[in-house]
Structure formats: structure tokens, C-alpha cells
């Protein structure tokens, strides 16, 4: 048997905020603060949390790699969908797939492809589950 939860981080860059969605609602408007984005998570589940938590931190690395490499992103977003299975008699998450879409001037989808592979490998939330990642990625006009 499987368990599945995700969530969805859109950024709007230029202000600085974002807004995480998740199966059972919205959390909450946020600023940057990593440490603080999801406190106030009324109606969540742990996974959905867990979720939240790595589409907002591979968004942030993958807008600091863009940045790094003189891009300026006007959006991001990362959806995290996680797979849990029994491991155990533990739900456990086993897999995590990223999926990038994302609007940056001047940029080809082979240069996108790239700093967003740097970006997975680069997350510190992603090194912490021993989990199998996936990412996929979109770049659009």
C-alpha cells in the first residue's frame, strides 16, 4: 500500500513572497524566511508539510543558481509530490519527484535544464530524506 501527498510553491520573485498549496488548502502567504513559512500549517498533514518544504527550498536554490548565473527569474513554481510506503511498519517517504516550471528571460531550456540540475543536487532539504528524487522540468515564454 502507498501514500501520496504534494504540494505546490508559486514565487512571485520580484516581491519576494510566495504561496505554498497544498491537498487540503493554501498554508499561507509568506516571505522568505525558510525557518518560518510554514508554521501556521492549519489543515495539513505532516507529508503535505514535508511536501511544502522541498518545493519551497528547491524554488529558492534554483532561484539562487539562476541568480548565480546572471538570470533573473520573473516565476517560479515546484510542485513536490511525495510517495510513503511501509517500510518497517513506519510510513516512510521513498520517493519525492520535483516538477519545475519556470519563467526566465534570456535563458534556453538547455541552460534551465542545467542550473535546475545543480539545484536539485544542491538542496539541503532534499539531502535530508534517503529518498529516490526525481525532477522534471518546464521553461516557459
Known amino acids: 500500500m502507498k501514500r501520496t501527498a504534494s504540494a505546490v510553491w508559486n514565487g512571485d520573485l520580484k516581491q519576494g513572497k510566495g504561496t505554498v498549496s497544498t491537498q487540503s488548502g493554501v498554508l499561507k502567504q509568506t516571505q522568505y524566511s525558510f525557518s ?7 489543515g495539513t498533514n505532516p507529508e503535505e508539510l514535508i511536501a511544502a518544504a522541498h518545493a519551497g527550498c528547491f524554488t529558492m536554490a534554483c532561484s539562487a543558481f539562476l541568480g548565480a548565473e546572471g538570470f533573473k527569474p520573473d516565476e517560479l513554481s515546484t510542485q513536490a509530490t511525495l510517495t510513503l510506503d511501509q517500510v ?4 516512510t517517504i521513498t520517493t519525492i519527484h520535483l516538477d519545475l516550471t519556470g519563467k526566465v528571460p534570456g535563458i534556453d531550456a538547455a541552460k534551465f535544464d542545467e542550473i535546475a540540475d545543480k539545484a536539485k543536487a544542491g538542496c539541503p532539504v532534499s539531502r535530508v530524506l534517503k529518498a529516490d528524487i526525481s525532477l522534471t522540468k518546464k521553461l516557459i515564454a
Open 88 to 91: 518497517d511498519g513506519n510510513w
Open 36 to 42: 518560518t513559512r510554514f508554521e501556521n500549517g492549519v
